[in-house]
């Protein structure tokens, strides 16, 4: 089997996976399980970028014209996600939050403070560091979050 094949084959696994504990999460709510609830899920859980509510409600529309689906769904639904841990979010002020799946590997974020675009990035030191700070101060690191604020290179530019 191709590295591809594996690879989407995984992928709907894990998709499968978050849909089955998102039913679990709705009916634990006392909330029914609806089609407009399930593409807001799997529309995070195909983007790559961090979006506001009117992001991903823009990008539902586009995708489903057809489906009537409110920006309150989208509010209570990113809500409910946020509350469980499913998704987490970003706090940009007056800009208010945009929201990634929380199923994704542990990452960092660089936030440009003129245009707003958000780099995730990885490093193994910064990881590793912050580990032994935690233990050095006697610590039991249960999850952190790294925001970085500035200026992004095509902003410089």
């Given at each position: 089997?191709?590295?591809?094949?594996?690879?989407?084959?995984?992928?709907?696994?894990?998709?499968e996976q978050l849909l089955s504990d998102f039913k679990a999460l709705l009916k634990s709510n006392s909330l029914k399980f609806t089609i407009q609830r399930e593409?807001?899920?799997?529309?995070?859980?195909?983007?790559?970028?961090?979006?506001?509510?009117?992001?991903?409600?823009?990008?539902?529309?586009?995708?489903?014209?057809?489906?009537?689906?409110?920006?309150?769904?989208?509010?209570?639904?990113?809500?409910?996600?946020?509350?469980?841990?499913?998704?987490?979010?970003?706090?940009?002020?007056?800009?208010?939050?945009?929201?990634?799946?929380?199923?994704?590997?542990?990452?960092?974020?660089?936030?440009?403070?003129?245009?707003?675009?958000?780099?995730?990035?990885?490093?193994?030191?910064?990881?590793?560091?912050?580990?032994?700070?935690?233990?050095?101060?006697?610590f039991k690191m249960q999850d952190h979050s790294m925001q970085i604020y500035g200026i992004c290179k095509n902003c410089r530019n």
């Amino acid at each position: 089997m191709s590295d591809i094949t594996t690879n989407f084959d995984d992928r709907i696994v894990e998709y499968e996976q978050l849909l089955s504990d998102f039913k679990a999460l709705l009916k634990s709510n006392s909330l029914k399980f609806t089609i407009q609830r399930e593409v807001i899920l799997e529309t995070l859980y195909d983007s790559d970028e961090h979006l506001t509510p009117e992001s991903l409600h823009n990008l539902i529309q586009e995708k489903f014209p057809d489906l009537n689906i409110g920006i309150a769904t989208v509010y209570r639904t990113l809500s409910l996600l946020e509350d469980s841990n499913m998704v987490t979010s970003l706090y940009f002020g007056a800009q208010g939050k945009k929201y990634e799946l929380g199923a994704k590997n542990h990452h960092d974020h660089l936030i440009c403070t003129n245009c707003g675009c958000i780099t995730e990035f990885v490093d193994e030191q910064i990881e590793e560091r912050q580990d032994k700070i935690a233990n050095e101060l006697g610590f039991k690191m249960q999850d952190h979050s790294m925001q970085i604020y500035g200026i992004c290179k095509n902003c410089r530019n």
